[in-house]
């Protein structure tokens, strides 16, 4: 009857027995009990019906039993909620113990227990541990925050408890300075709004520094965290690099593969003739390629961040392509990525041993690796120019060992290499074609069908072999009867007379007897376009093809970039954009349209990246060969799109007539640029700071040329001379056009009003803010130094007006996630004027809409450096507020761009 | 950070689940298993997968997969490295690192989980901290433990943890003081069929069996550290004093640990101990093939090449062969395909050799494939890269410890293709 008692199905009578143990009054007996409950919960046995008599267990000096109490807290306190708060008194009794173990012990558990009811009680404690005396009580409190935050984040919000773990990041002890690293991390990530590691240069020389004496794990928290900031300059950018790099030798592969992480990214400031450069791209090397002396999942991660790495940097690699070989019984996980980056290695140096090896690989055991490495000789017949022809006859090699897969896999490529060269390797047709019978895979079978169409000319009985497929027409795969459809229309263009009852018969089994709509589709296209107009047809159908490349394979540059400051991260093994894929919240901030702010997204891979060159100079303006999806972009500018291709398509009317013109009307309606608007002159430079020497300036750009205006004022005793100017590196390259005219000597208390021409040839460093500007004034007394922000619009140059369909194109083209949304308050200009205004500072108005009283333009800057920033600013007439939506590939430029508008409207 | 980790044996029982955060079902596993299923060979499954809501990051030590649940972006390489060092810890403690051991061990197990890791966080993962935290069992302690009712749990604050040495216990004493190191270093290999290299790596490692009273200093000296150019120190070793000094000077753990690990690149001239001559061949329509197998040392300084013991997986077409040791005894395993040949030492003045004939099926075509040639061998007292160390000093105590240096060379990935 007791047994029934405990309500748990307890068949032999276990529980029963271990709640007698636990309520015996021997403390070793009590101990024994736990330990046995602690097994069963191990094993996954449901023990929690003995709850309340573990719990009153708690209470004891003894250690190790406290430990195995606390474990079991940690598993059953969730299904006991209303039980656990009984522990909750010895929790708090516990961090007040004058033994720093204990202390630290009932922090860590509390936090472990994943009850709301209790995390209120527990606050106090934590509190008091993260300023304990003891910093092994301090780290594990700092952990304790990130735990409690993923149980409550309002409540460590509201209880200060992140500011306090910010400070702790300046705590003397390195370890838990880690461990607040690392709990910020945690927190920041499912919190990206929060700017937790706001770090500056002082808070990075804290976290350098600590870096040396933590722990292995504490080490690569640091590390990661390193890569989000962003240097000042090369020199900072240097010195971190320095600091870091002894890691390289470090024998844990997480910290060394973080570490290239942090020495990739910042690699990127360093000017590329600096000595420094070429050193730590030897140093690069060697930790890298001991990466591939470990467990094959530790090779595994390291390989696929070395797919990233040699892409990116191939010069590090070059001279290692033999530790790349692959030795028979690696896991195939990791064959299969040691051929990608051979492949990746392959040049005209290294080409005849990546070919032995290949051709080694190629009679292994296994499938799928055989495939690959066939596959492979194809790309480097594709890769490297030089080396096609032995590729090809390597490859012909393997077809004469008359293995079934191996010769359909090496049709497949030859098919490829066909493309790269065409008119080159045409002679192995006739050894092809032996084999014809052997394919039985589709892919193989499209392939050569393919190429019997393509050369059909040279192929005295293609019209014989192509007929042979047609027999079993319809059991083929949709592939196959495609490519036999076109290869079949492909030999009738090219011999008409002798194949038009072969062409009669395919077209009508594609368009009368298949239920395939592709298939379907072409038959007809094709049967119209032989019956309307042959030649025609010719031309399309044996049109040039479009030479394939070897660049088909690598990674899109802008994601290339980011994945290369995410090196170490799932991602990185993905090869797929950090946000694309795990969960949490960063994903919201994503959404383009519900951001009002154009604070540039901390993961976006403009602002992680510090590639200032690519990132803000030419290069960022040709157009991505990302694939982005078409989204229609809102109803505003697909309505315009429509309306602008309906004249086309209804019959070639004149691009603009009709409706569109009053759409389009702009042309010749706006008034005469008026000159851009110059802000008055802002003091810079005070006496007080700079010996006497007052400098107060603003910019100005007149037909095109940029000026800076400054005035000099001498407020010292003594006269001044010998005036230079000199600019930092700044984010757009500018720089002064010739040297600071100043004639005379500056004698006390004058004034001098000087223009300085200013080119945008000078060294690029993205700046923080972007327009910032660093300037250095030399007089005969000394060097000063100060800094000034010059209006965006000062870079907008005068033939930014983009063509109209070429802007249509370009919006879409531009992600979603690029653009940003502002509101212009308080301006009283109807859409005309405001237009007119903008476009004296070079902003131009493409188009104008009116959509239910409100007015929308679509507008168009060009930037010195080639940028181009589209826009679209509403106008609601009687409404003050102007909504500006602005797109840009650089979509940290907006948030200025929109600073122009503002300036240029009010003024 | 790390969520939960699920122990799983050869036959796909999860026999371990430790859960650092939340409970995660076990369910998660599936995703596993499904992997495993497509995985040709238990090795071959991939070490990170993806699931709807999680990653799972596994190892595969010991026939045990340590499956680790991850939640948010957390680096792979961290959750691999701290996998390994789990089962290098449980190797420590029990000795083996078997299910029978693991489960015999749940209790400490758990506990050695839970000080591991808080919240996924590593908290003590030096094998110096933890057993100063959990006492290792012992035959002996569970006797005594049993008896007298003592824990193996320690009582005090792992001081080291706090130290500037983390990695060393304060207040160790020995009544003979030694200090022990072993130069290891592993060849791997690729030779072509013609015996031309193809390619050959060194990984060194020096071994350390320090037990040294109080604060011992040490400082290692090479005769030749300009082979280290690519080498992986523990924590303890003084890079600074490293990069100017080419000198390895350190406090080091008690007991045994890593000091260093090296890599000499395939870019230097690696000598290879031993050669073989081979002949494997099938003629075209007879279902005979001849195998004929001869090994010979090849630069090994006068060393003797030792526990030498060849595989190679033959062509699946091969039902079996009849083949003839001039000295020790070899095996072939017809449904694996399996032979190996352990041979034993080489004698230079008669060299070993494996010759005989192997049977085809009846009719069937020459196989395609060409078996790999496996080696594995010992030179004892050689580094097979030449280093040497130079000395060994001892500051910050005054006793004079007992020194001593071995050298081993062994075959790591040796393959001969033929």
Redesign the interface.
């Known amino acids: 009857l007791k047994v029934i008692n405990c309500c748990v199905w307890d068949p032999s009578g276990e529980i029963f027995e271990l709640k007698a143990e636990l309520n015996s009054d021997k403390k070793e007996k009590k101990k024994e009990a736990v330990k046995k409950v602690i097994a069963s919960m191990t094993v996954g046995k449901d023990v929690s019906a003995l709850f309340p008599d573990v719990v009153n267990c708690m209470q004891t000096d003894n250690l190790e039993l406290k430990k195995l109490v606390y474990l079991y807290l940690m598993n059953y306190a969730k299904s006991q909620p209303d039980m656990a708060i009984m522990a909750v008194n010895t929790f708090v009794k516990d961090c007040e113990d004058p033994n720093p173990l204990i202390r630290a012990l009932a922090v860590r558990t509390m936090g472990c227990i994943r009850v709301d009811k209790i995390t209120e009680y527990l606050c106090e404690p934590l509190r008091k541990c993260l300023k304990d005396e003891d910093p092994y009580v301090r780290k594990t409190a700092a952990v304790c925050v990130a735990k409690l935050h993923d149980i409550n984040a309002q409540l460590v919000e509201d209880q200060g408890f992140l500011d306090t773990l910010k400070d702790l990041i300046s705590d003397s002890n390195p370890m838990v300075v880690a461990n607040a690293v690392a709990a910020l991390s945690e927190i920041a990530e499912s919190h990206p709004n929060s700017n937790l590691l706001d770090l500056n240069p002082q808070t990075i020389n804290k976290l350098l520094t600590a870096l040396n004496e933590c722990t292995e794990w504490g080490q690569i928290f640091i590390l990661d965290c390193l890569a989000n900031y962003m240097p000042r300059d090369d020199r900072e950018s240097q010195s971190i690099c320095e600091r870091v790099t002894p890691r390289l030798s470090h024998a844990n592969s997480a910290v060394v593969l973080s570490a290239v992480k942090v020495l990739m990214k910042f690699m990127e400031m360093l000017p590329k003739d600096l000595d420094y450069y070429g050193t730590l791209l030897k140093k690069l090397a060697p930790p890298l390629v001991t990466l591939l002396s470990a467990e094959p999942e530790l090779q595994y991660v390291a390989l696929r961040n070395i797919n990233l790495i040699v892409q990116k940097r191939p010069e590090i690699l070059k001279h290692e392509m033999k530790v790349f070989f692959v030795k028979y019984n690696d896991p195939i996980y990791v064959k299969l990525e040691k051929l990608d980056i051979m492949i990746r290695l392959a040049s005209q140096a290294n080409i005849a041993q990546v070919l032995a090896e290949l051709k080694e690989y190629a009679t292994e055991v296994d499938v799928d690796f055989v495939r690959k490495a066939v596959r492979a000789i194809g790309r480097c017949a594709i890769k490297v120019e030089q080396s096609a022809e032995r590729c090809v006859s390597t490859l012909l090699d393997l077809i004469q060992t008359k293995v079934n897969y191996v010769v359909q896999e090496a049709i497949v490529v030859i098919k490829d290499i066909f493309r790269k060269y065409p008119n080159k390797y045409e002679s192995v047709i006739a050894t092809l074609c032996e084999n014809l019978d052997s394919l039985d895979e589709p892919e193989a079978r499209a392939a050569m069908i393919w190429i019997v169409g393509e050369y059909a000319e040279r192929i005295d009985n293609a019209d014989e072999l192509l007929e042979s497929f047609l027999e079993g027409f319809h059991d083929e795969s949709t592939q196959v009867q495609l490519q036999l459809l076109t290869a079949i229309v492909k030999l009738f263009l090219k011999k008409p007379t002798e194949t038009q009852e072969l062409v009669q018969q395919v077209l009508s089994l594609a368009t009368q007897d298949s239920d395939n709509p592709d298939l379907r589709d072409r038959g007809y296209i094709y049967w119209r376009l032989l019956s309307t107009d042959p030649v025609a047809a010719k031309e399309v159908v044996l049109a040039e093809k479009p030479l394939i490349s070897e660049e088909t394979d690598l990674i899109e540059p802008t994601l290339l970039e980011e994945l290369i400051c995410h090196i170490g991260t799932l991602a990185s093994v993905y090869h797929k954009p950090p946000s694309a894929f795990v969960e949490g919240s960063r994903v919201h901030l994503r959404i383009p349209h519900t951001r009002v702010s154009t604070r540039p997204h901390p993961h976006s891979p403009l602002k992680c990246c510090p590639a200032p060159h690519s990132a803000l100079g030419p290069a960022i303006v040709q157009v991505s060969t990302r694939k982005v999806p078409v989204i229609l972009l809102g109803s505003r500018l697909w309505t315009l799109s429509i309306t602008s291709a309906m004249p086309a398509s209804l019959g070639g009317a004149p691009a603009v007539g009709g409706g569109l013109g009053d759409l389009f009307d702009l042309g010749g309606g706006v008034g005469m640029p008026t000159g851009s608007y110059v802000a008055p002159k802002t003091a810079w430079l005070l006496a007080m700071k700079a010996k006497g020497l007052e400098i107060s300036g603003t910019f100005a750009r007149r037909g095109g040329i940029i000026q800076m205006d400054l005035s000099l004022t001498n407020k010292a005793m003594s006269v001044m001379t010998d005036f230079a100017i000199q600019f930092n590196r700044n984010s757009f390259g500018l720089a002064p056009a010739g040297p600071m005219q100043v004639l005379t000597p500056l004698s006390p208390n004058q004034t001098i009003d000087v223009s300085l021409p200013l080119s945008m040839s000078g060294p690029v460093m993205k700046m923080e803010p972007l327009n910032n500007l660093q300037v250095a004034v030399k007089n005969n007394i000394d060097v000063f130094y100060f800094s000034c922000q010059y209006p965006l619009s000062l870079l907008f140059v005068e033939d930014g007006k983009m063509d109209r369909q070429v802007f249509l194109a370009t919006w879409k083209d531009i992600p979603n996630d690029n653009e940003a949304q502002f509101q212009i308050k308080d301006i009283h200009l109807n859409s005309d004027v405001a237009s007119n205004k903008l476009q004296g500072s070079n902003i131009f108005t493409i188009a104008k809409r009116t959509v239910e009283g409100q007015d929308m333009l679509y507008q168009s800057v060009k930037l010195t450096n080639g940028i181009w920033v589209l826009a679209e600013m509403r106008i609601q007439t009687g409404n003050p507020n102007y909504t500006l939506s602005i797109k840009c590939r650089a979509p940290e430029v907006c948030q200025f761009v929109y600073q122009c508008y503002e300036l240029v409207l009010k003024n | 950070?790390i969520h939960s980790l699920f122990l799983i044996n050869a036959s796909g029982d999860i026999?371990?689940?430790?859960?650092?955060?939340?409970?995660v079902s076990r369910s998660v596993c599936d995703y596993f298993f499904e992997a495993l299923e497509r995985?040709?060979?238990p090795?071959?499954v991939?070490?990170?997968i993806?699931t709807p809501?999680h990653?799972l990051?596994?190892?595969?030590r010991h026939r045990i997969y340590f499956v680790a649940v991850i939640?948010?972006?957390?680096?792979?390489?961290?959750v691999?490295?701290?996998l390994?060092r789990v089962v290098d810890t449980f190797q420590d403690y029990f000795g083996v690192c078997t299910e029978a051991a693991i489960?015999d061990n749940?209790?400490v197990?758990?506990?050695l989980l839970?000080e591991m890791l808080?919240?996924g966080?590593?908290l003590a993962?030096?094998s110096n901290i933890l057993k100063e935290l959990i006492k290792p069992p012992t035959i002996l302690r569970t006797v005594v433990n049993t008896i007298t009712?003592s824990?193996?749990?320690?009582?005090?604050?792992?001081t080291g943890?706090?130290s500037?040495v983390?990695w060393r216990r304060t207040g160790v004493k020995y009544t003979n003081n030694e200090a022990y190191f072993d130069v290891v270093e592993e060849i791997?290999a690729?030779i072509?069929k013609s015996g031309s290299t193809?390619?050959a790596?060194i990984?060194g490692v020096i071994d350390a069996c320090v037990k040294l009273t109080g604060m011992p200093d040490l400082t290692l000296s090479f005769m030749n550290p300009r082979l280290l150019?690519?080498?992986?120190?523990?924590?303890c070793v003084r890079?600074?004093r490293w990069?100017a000094e080419r000198i390895l000077s350190f406090i080091p753990p008690d007991g045994n640990f890593?000091l260093l690990?090296y890599?000499v690149?395939?870019?230097n001239l690696v000598a290879i101990p031993v050669y073989v001559k081979h002949n494997i061949s099938f003629r075209e329509g007879s279902s005979q093939g001849r195998f004929e197998l001869t090994l010979g040392p090849k630069q090994t300084m006068g060393k003797a090449v030792e526990s030498v013991l060849v595989s190679s997986?033959l062509p699946?077409g091969v039902l079996n062969a009849n083949l003839n040791p001039s000295q020790g005894t070899y095996t072939f395993d017809p449904v694996t395909k399996l032979l190996s040949w352990d041979v034993g030492k080489i004698n230079p003045q008669k060299l070993p050799s494996l010759k005989g004939s192997m049977s085809l099926q009846t009719g069937a075509s020459k196989p395609?494939?060409?078996p790999?040639i496996?080696i594995q061998f010992k030179i004892q007292q050689l580094a097979i890269s030449g280093l040497k160390v130079n000395r060994l000093d001892m500051y910050g105590e005054k006793y004079k410890p007992f020194k001593g240096i071995k050298y081993m060379t062994k075959a790591g990935?040796f393959?001969v293709?033929t």
Do not use: C
Request: negative net charge.
């Open positions: 950070m026999f371990l689940e430790k859960h650092w955060k939340s409970v995985a040709t060979e090795e071959n991939p070490p990170v993806p809501h990653y990051i596994n190892v595969l939640q948010s972006e957390v680096p792979p390489l961290f691999i490295e701290f390994h489960k749940v209790v197990v758990y506990e839970e808080d919240n966080f590593p993962t030096e009712g824990t193996n749990v320690g009582e005090q604050l792992p943890q706090l500037v983390p791997d690729i072509d193809i390619t790596e990984q150019d690519d080498v992986s120190f523990h924590p890079f600074k990069e890593r690990s890599h690149s395939s870019q997986q699946r395609d494939e060409n790999t496996n990935k393959q293709r």
